[in-house]
């Protein structure tokens, strides 16, 4: 997409293709704060600025190269949604309705315990426990109350109790789990797998089942061969394909061979589609 670096300013000028509220609300990122100017995003230990006025949004950071990445700029959404158009006539509605989608470059390890926070739980509540992670737990990255994501070694000793008052739950002792299992030599570098290879290896994890490893997978390694299932999108395989009793893994493999390397990104436009929708 078009956009300029301009200093510490990321502009972009034409929002076909970039639009906040269609990014932040497709249930993909949970680390970003609203406000009356626009929003501010956090990523592991740097956070930046954007404002939408009029048709044009500004990103401010003191690396803009690395919000580049994350907002995933130089990628073609355009030359995406008209593949996807052109192949799958369902998806024509999601795509006009959310455009403005793009799938963020976020850091896998981020996405792992962000996930497993998020499993049978809303959005408010895992922002919320999320938020409580960083201000308990990570370092202070700004002069009004910003912590970046802590790392695992910020975590290390951390006990159930801790991610119990965080308002975990029983998620509390996945997260223990999980964290000593990256401390003592878990492999986060799945770029040599296939990607059924490395969902059965994420899913080792504590916590980690086909949904929330398909999550993390395509929101935190681009891996846009995957088509997460919850609520939302049984819906869509409905639609497609009837009512059935097959189970959600069953519909996500299906899901997955219809769209093929397409799928994660049909499955944000047609999450967001169904879910602000409220489709049934």
């Not at 301009?6 to 249930?27: A, M, Y």
């Not at 995933?72 to 158009?85: E, P, S």
Request: glycine share 8%; charged share 25%.
């Amino acid at each position: 997409m078009n956009y300029e670096i301009n200093s510490n300013n990321i502009l972009i000028k034409d929002t076909k293709e970039f639009l906040p509220k269609h990014i932040f609300d497709c249930g993909q990122v949970f680390r970003y704060l609203n406000s009356n100017s626009g929003h501010k995003i956090f990523s592991k230990n740097s956070f930046c600025g954007l404002i939408y006025v009029q048709g044009c949004v500004t990103i401010e950071s003191a690396n803009p190269l690395e919000w580049v990445d994350y907002f995933d700029l130089n990628r073609d959404y355009g030359a995406i949604k008209a593949d996807l158009t052109g192949r799958f006539g369902i998806l024509n509605k999601a795509i006009e309705f959310g455009h403005g989608i793009r799938i963020l470059n976020q850091d896998p390890y981020e996405m792992i315990l962000s996930f497993i926070i998020s499993a049978n739980n809303n959005i408010p509540r895992i922002k919320g426990i999320i938020e409580r992670l960083c201000e308990r737990a990570g370092e202070r990255i700004g002069d009004n109350n910003e912590f970046s994501f802590p790392s695992m070694e910020m975590l290390k000793g951390k006990t159930e109790e801790f991610y119990k008052d965080l308002g975990a739950g029983y998620r509390a002792s996945y997260l223990v789990k999980t964290i000593d299992a990256m401390l003592n030599g878990f492999n986060l570098d799945i770029s040599a797998m296939d990607t059924e290879t490395a969902r059965r290896h994420l899913m080792k994890l504590t916590g980690v089942g086909r949904k929330v490893a398909d999550c993390i997978l395509l929101f935190g390694y681009h891996r846009t061969d995957t088509f997460p299932v919850d609520v939302w999108t049984e819906r869509v395989y409905d639609d497609l394909f009837g009512f059935g009793t097959l189970s959600p893994e069953q519909k996500a493999n299906k899901l997955c061979s219809y769209f093929g390397p397409l799928s994660g990104y049909a499955q944000q436009y047609l999450y967001y589609y169904y879910r602000e929708n409220n489709l049934k």
